[in-house]
C-alpha cells in the first residue's frame, strides 16, 4: 500500500504564478522528507528536503512545508518558470534507516 | 564525477527471456538502491544495500528477480524469466550513509519492455 501519495498526477501554472505541489503520508514515524524533479529521459534529482523537527525550508523559488498533524506536505514553486516542468516526487524516510517511500509524481507544466 | 551510471538505457526482449541490468555507483557511495517506476505505482524500492549487504528487498516483487552486489561500486539487477509485466523504467541510486546525509544520487534509468 503507498506509504507516500501524490494525488494530483498532473497541474498546470501559466509562468510567473505560483506552483503548489501536495503529498500525504500515512507513517507518523517517517523523520525526512523530499522533493525530487525529473525530467524525461533521466533520473530524478534532488531539489529540496525538510526534516520532521520543522515546519518550513526555503531554498530560492522553492520552499516546503510540513504539516505533521496532518501528515501532509507541500512543494512551492513561485515565481513559475517554463524549465520547472517536470515530473515532481515527494519521498519520505523511516527514521529506522536510509530507505525512502516515494509517491506517484505530480507532472508540472508551466505555460509560457 | 560521472554520476550513477546505467547500463543499458534501452532494453526490448521477449517474455521468457533473462534480463540483466547493471548499474555503476559514485564513488566513494556505500548504499545503493534499485527502484522500478511504473504510472501506477511511481517510484517502488525493490531493494537496498549498505556496504554490499543487502538490507531489504521485500520490495522485490517475485523470486524471478534477484539483486547482487560484487564489489563496492556494481551492481546488477535479473530477471529471470522475465514477462510483459515487468515493462517499466528501473532507476538505481546511490548514497553515502552518514549521519545527517540523506540525498540519493539516481542514474538515467533503463527503459524495459519485454514484448
Known amino acids: 500500500d503507498q506509504q507516500v501519495k501524490q494525488n494530483s498526477p498532473s497541474l498546470s501554472v501559466q509562468e510567473g504564478r505560483i506552483s503548489i505541489l501536495n503529498c500525504d503520508y500515512t507513517?507518523?514515524?517517517?523523520?525526512?522528507f523530499l522533493w525530487y524533479k525529473k525530467y524525461p529521459a533521466e533520473g530524478p534529482t534532488f531539489l529540496i528536503s525538510i526534516s520532521s523537527i520543522k515546519d518550513k525550508n526555503e531554498d530560492g523559488r522553492f520552499t516546503v512545508f510540513l504539516n505533521k498533524s496532518a501528515k501532509h506536505l507541500s512543494l512551492h514553486i513561485v515565481p513559475s518558470q517554463p524549465g520547472d516542468s517536470a515530473v515532481y516526487f515527494c519521498?519520505?524516510?523511516?527514521?529506522?534507516?536510509?530507505?525512502?517511500?516515494f509517491g506517484t509524481g505530480t507532472s508540472l507544466t508551466v505555460i509560457p | 564525477d560521472a554520476g550513477v551510471i546505467q547500463s543499458p538505457r534501452h532494453e526490448v526482449t521477449e517474455m521468457g527471456q533473462e534480463v540483466t541490468l547493471r548499474c555503476k555507483l559514485i564513488?566513494?557511495?556505500?548504499?545503493l538502491f534499485w527502484y522500478r517506476q511504473t504510472m501506477m505505482r511511481g517510484l517502488e524500492l525493490l531493494i537496498y544495500f549498505n556496504n554490499n549487504v543487502p538490507i531489504d528487498d521485500s520490495g522485490m516483487p517475485e523470486d524471478r528477480f534477484s539483486a547482487k552486489m560484487p564489489n563496492a561500486s556494481f551492481s546488477t539487477l535479473k530477471i529471470q524469466p522475465s514477462e510483459p509485466r515487468d515493462s517499466a523504467v528501473y532507476f538505481c541510486?546511490?548514497?553515502?550513509?552518514?549521519?545527517?546525509?540523506?540525498?540519493?544520487?539516481f542514474g538515467p534509468g533503463t527503459r524495459l519492455t519485454v514484448l
Open positions: 541510486a546511490s548514497s553515502l550513509r552518514l549521519a545527517g546525509s540523506n540525498e540519493q544520487f
Open positions: 519521498a519520505a524516510r523511516g527514521n529506522t534507516g536510509n530507505q525512502f517511500y
Open positions: 564513488s566513494g557511495h556505500n548504499s
Open positions: 507513517n507518523s514515524m517517517f523523520d525526512y
